[in-house]
């Protein structure tokens, strides 16, 4: 009967899992002045007035004592870039809040910086639920920042991102290929680029040598090996080149090294390169540009695999 409970149990917290939340961390003091947090995804509104925010807490939890007594805490909705914090305040741990800056809210409360939205709550009421508490809070104060949020979904956390309004597609139309996508994008993006480049007095073959010397001297042979040169120009001719124009010194003993004029044109051919890339993608939010910078890296390292 024990395992049937338990395989239901299970069950029905994985179907919970298909609801899409955000990450919270409840913060609170202890009567003993310690400083109390936990990550909970618990969490939801109540009214608007007076405004009013609950959420729950396991029975078995360390923190339950410390949040029955509480007359104080604060609900802090994680941004995006808050995984890591979700994890620490997740955990058992005799200190949560080592190393980290803390300000302070009624009642000397810990309250975290850097979070999309911050309610700090009196408690207004405690309710029975099952093997839970649940806890009614009526909001004194909060702010946000619009900071994306972090999400949470079937166990994983993620990032949320707003749908296009639908475009209708005729029935025999053909779903176009990720691979077309791709070159699509990376053909067009490139023309830009390179144009940039060009802009500088630069080949995009002679950039890519400069940028491989930013990190350090290389010979002759580890240039060759790296950057090709694309087979437009050999690498000695290339190197004594760049060379005559200020932007390496003469190899020494076989070794290439960028001078200040190769550094400064780098940096300046990149500021342009990033101006372009932020046009490219000035249809997308922050937290979508950097969710396709995520999900690129992801195929690249699959196909490389």
Known sequence: MSATISDKTRQFRNALGSFATGV???????????????????????????????WSLAKTSTSFDAFMKAENFAV??????????????????????????VERGPGSIPLLSGCAARFLCRTAYRHEGGDHIILVGEVD??????????????????????????????DDAPRALLADLLASAEEGLARRLDADVAAFGLA?????????????????????????????????????DLAARGLVSPPTNGTVVIATAGH??????????????????????????SLLRRLLTRVVRTLDA
């Not at 802090?76 to 949560?96: N, T, V, W």
């Open 24 to 54: 919270t961390i409840i913060t609170t003091r202890s009567p003993e002045g310690a400083d109390i947090g936990v990550t909970a995804n618990s969490f939801n509104s109540v009214s608007l007035d007076p405004p009013m925010v609950l």
């Open 76 to 101: 802090h909705i994680l941004a995006m870039d808050q995984e890591g914090l979700s994890g620490r305040f997740a955990r058992s741990s005799p200190d949560k809040f080592a190393g980290l800056t």
């Open 141 to 170: 104060e909060f702010d946000h920042d619009g900071h994306a949020p972090l999400a949470f979904h079937g166990g994983r956390y993620g990032m949320f991102i707003k749908n296009d309004a639908p475009v209708p597609a005729a």
């Open 204 to 240: 995009p073959h002679e950039f890519d040598l400069l940028r491989l010397l930013v990190a350090g001297p290389r010979s002759l042979e580890e240039l060759e090996e790296m950057a090709g040169p694309s087979g437009e120009t050999e690498t000695v001719v290339l190197v004594d």
């Open 264 to 289: 400064d044109a780098v940096a300046a051919v990149t500021a342009q390169i990033e101006k372009t890339e932020a046009s490219a993608l000035e249809g997308l939010t922050a937290h979508e540009a």
